[in-house]
């Protein structure tokens, strides 16, 4: 299984944009996520994509300014972020579930750090 390796992370300032990707094979893995984790906070899913005709889901905090795509041939999975707010300052991770009942996958992460 080819691991998920995040790269895109970085500071920017309030109402900004930054593009977070992921090496994301799809084989054997039917859901593609990112998920955040603010200090102090649980781990969240943010965005999912299904690699399997490419439903998506948000998070209500997220809807309207995030997007969540694939590149097939290039196995890469993204999340183009605009009008960063504060709020969204966290650990950022790329994940993969093989089945509905398997667990995620996680990547190791990168950081986003969005300042007023």
């Known amino acids: 299984q080819v691991p998920l390796v995040e790269s895109g992370g970085g500071s920017a300032q309030a109402g900004g944009s930054l593009r977070l990707s992921c090496t994301a094979s799809?084989?054997?893995?039917?859901?593609l996520g990112w998920w955040r984790e603010a200090p102090g906070v649980q781990r969240a899913l943010v965005a999912n994509?299904?690699?399997?005709?490419?439903?998506?889901w948000y998070a209500d905090s997220v809807k309207g300014r995030f997007t969540i795509s694939q590149d097939i041939p290039k196995n890469m999975l993204y999340l183009q972020m605009n009008n960063l707010q504060p709020n969204d300052t966290g650990m950022y991770y790329c994940?993969?579930?093989?089945?509905?009942?398997?667990?995620?996958?996680w990547g190791q992460g990168t950081q986003v750090t969005i300042s007023s």
């Open positions: 994940a993969a579930k093989r089945g509905i009942g398997s667990p995620w996958d």
């Open positions: 799809r084989d054997n893995r039917f859901l």
């Open positions: 994509i299904y690699t399997s005709g490419g439903t998506t």
